[in-house]
C-alpha cells in the first residue's frame, strides 16, 4: 500500500487556482477533439506511480492487453509516489495531462476540485455492482471520477504455532486483544504489533480502532476516539506491544512478524506473497477485534482509481474511458486480484474470490464494510489523518493523555 507523501497545503492551494485557471483559458473539457474521430486515436499514455520494476510490468502488461482490446496502444509511464499529486497539478496547469491516469483513492478528491479530471458517466461506463465505500472513494460532489478495478484493507495477522501454544484462541474483541497479547508477550516477542509512525500509515492503521468504536474523523477530541486511542497505549504501557512500534512502517510489522518478534500484527494482504515464501511459517487472517462482540469492524479502503484527465482530445478521452471499462471488468478484477493479492471491487466477483483464494476471505469480508478516507471530510482529510498521527504520537510516547493529544488533533484538523 502506497501513501503519497502530500505537498504542503498551500502549494496545493496556489497550484489548484492556477490549475483552475488555465482549465477555463484553454477551454478544456469544451468537447472538442482537434479533428481527430476516435477511430482514428492510435495511442494514448497511461500514469501511475508503481515505479517498482515488478509492478510496473504488471500493469504494463494489463494496459497493454485492454489498449488492444480497444485498439490502441498504451504508452505507460510511472513516476515515484509522492511526485505524482504534485506532477499531477502541474500537468493540468500546463494541459499536458495524460490521457488515463491512475491516482491513490484519497488523492482523487483534490484532483477533482481542480478541475482535472472527467466524470465517468459521460463514457457510459458500467459502475454497477461495486461496494458502495469503494465507490464512494472515486466520488467527487456526487459524480464518479475513478473506478478501481480492485481494493485493498487491513486485517488481523496472527502467527497460528504461538497462539496455539500458548493457548490463545484468536481475539475478536478489544479486551480478547489485551489479554491475548499479554499471554502471547515473552523476552524477544510482543504479542501486538502496529504501525503507529508519524505518518498517513500510521492513522490508517488506527481507523479501524476509530471507526469501530464509533469515533469520527470529523470530531477527533471524543470519548470514543479517546477509548479507541487508550487501547493502543493500554498495550503499549503493558509490555504487550513495543514502544517502537512509533517509528515502524508496515513494512517494519511484516519483518518483526516473520522474524518471530511479533505474533500478531494489523497489516494488509500486500505481505502475503512474502509471507508464504518464509519457511515454517503459519499464518493466518481475521478481522481486527471490535470493542464489543457481534460488532463488525469498519476498516479503511486502500487502492488505486483509473480515471480520464481533461484534455483537448475527446476521441482520446473516449478511448482512455474505454480502457478504464476493460480494467474494471469482472474477468480482469479476478485476474488483477489474483495476481496482486488484492479484492475484487464488485461484490459479486469478491465473493467468487474468496471462495478461491481463502487466505483472502477476512480481507474480502472486510471490505464490505470499508470506508473511504475521503468519504466524511472529502478534500480535508489530509489535515484530520496529520491530526490522528500526531495524537498516536504524543500518546503512545506518554507526553499527553489520550484526550489531551486528541484534543490537540482537533485543532490540527480544523486549523486554516
Same mark, same amino acid.
Given at each position: ?12 492551494a496556489a497550484l489548484f487556482g492556477t490549475v483552475a485557471l488555465a482549465l477555463a483559458a484553454g477551454g478544456c473539457g469544451d468537447g472538442t477533439d482537434n479533428g481527430s474521430a476516435t477511430d482514428k486515436v492510435t495511442s494514448i499514455t497511461a500514469l501511475d506511480y508503481y ?172 470519548? &470514543?476516539? @479517546? #477509548? ?7 498495550? $503499549? +504501557? *503493558?509490555?504487550?506491544?513495543?514502544? =517502537? ?106 465473493? &467468487?474470490? @474468496? #471462495? ?7 480481507? $474480502? +469480508? *472486510?471490505?464490505?464494510?470499508?470506508? =473511504? ?14 491530526g490522528i498521527y500526531t495524537a498516536i504520537q504524543l500518546a503512545l510516547t506518554g507526553e499527553q493523555t489520550p484526550q489531551e493529544a486528541l484534543k490537540h488533533a482537533q485543532q490540527i484538523a480544523t486549523s486554516s
Open positions: 500500500m502506497i501513501f503519497p507523501v502530500r505537498p504542503p497545503a498551500r502549494r496545493i515505479t517498482d520494476e515488478a509492478e510496473h510490468a504488471q500493469w504494463s502488461e494489463r494496459l497493454s492487453a485492454c489498449g488492444k482490446t480497444v485498439g490502441v496502444k498504451v504508452k505507460h509511464s510511472s513516476v515515484p509516489g509522492p511526485s505524482l499529486v504534485p506532477k499531477v497539478l502541474q500537468q493540468a496547469s500546463s494541459r499536458t495531462l495524460p490521457d488515463l491516469l491512475m491516482l491513490d483513492n484519497p488523492d482523487l478528491q483534490q484532483i477533482a476540485q481542480s478541475g482535472a479530471l472527467t466524470p465517468l458517466d459521460q463514457y457510459g461506463i458500467d459502475s454497477s455492482g461495486f461496494a458502495k465505500g469503494i465507490l464512494s472513494a472515486g466520488t467527487y460532489k456526487g459524480k464518479v471520477y475513478g473506478l478501481a478495478p480492485t481494493v485493498s484493507t487491513i486485517a488481523l495477522v496472527y502467527n497460528k504455532d504461538m497462539l496455539s501454544q500458548a493457548g490463545v484462541a484468536v481475539p475478536r474483541t478489544w479486551d480478547e486483544l489485551k489479554a491475548a497479547a499479554a499471554k502471547l508477550t515473552r523476552p524477544g516477542r510482543y504479542g501486538m504489533a502496529v504501525d503507529a509512525n508519524a505518518t498517513f500509515e500510521g492513522s490508517w492503521q488506527f481507523l479501524p480502532f476509530l471507526w469501530s468504536n464509533g469515533g469520527d474523523e470529523k470530531r477527533l477530541d471524543t470519548p &470514543q476516539a @479517546a #477509548q479507541a486511542l487508550q487501547l493502543w497505549v493500554d498495550l $503499549v +504501557k *503493558s509490555g504487550s506491544m513495543s514502544k =517502537s512500534v512509533l517509528n515502524w512502517n508496515q513494512a517494519d510489522l511484516h519483518d518483526q512478524f516473520v522474524a518471530g518478534k511479533a505474533a500478531m500484527m494489523v497489516n494488509g494482504p500486500w505481505r502475503i506473497p512474502a509471507m508464504n515464501e518464509t519457511k515454517n511459517l503459519h499464518w493466518g487472517v481475521a478481522p481486527i477485534p471490535v470493542p464489543r462482540a457481534g460488532q463488525t469492524p469498519v476498516t479503511p479502503l486502500g487502492g488505486e482509481v483509473w480515471t480520464v484527465p481533461q484534455n483537448a482530445s475527446k476521441a482520446k478521452q473516449e478511448k482512455a474511458a474505454q480502457v478504464v471499462a476493460c480494467l474494471n471488468d469482472p474477468a480482469n478484477m479476478l485476474a488483477q486480484a489474483k495476481q496482486r493479492f488484492t479484492v475484487p471491487s464488485r461484490t459479486a466477483v469478491a465473493a &467468487q474470490y @474468496a #471462495q478461491q483464494v481463502p487466505s483472502m476471505a477476512a480481507f $474480502v +469480508k *472486510s471490505v464490505e464494510e470499508a470506508r =473511504s478516507r475521503t468519504s466524511e471530510l472529502g478534500v480535508k482529510w489530509p489535515k484530520a489523518a496529520t
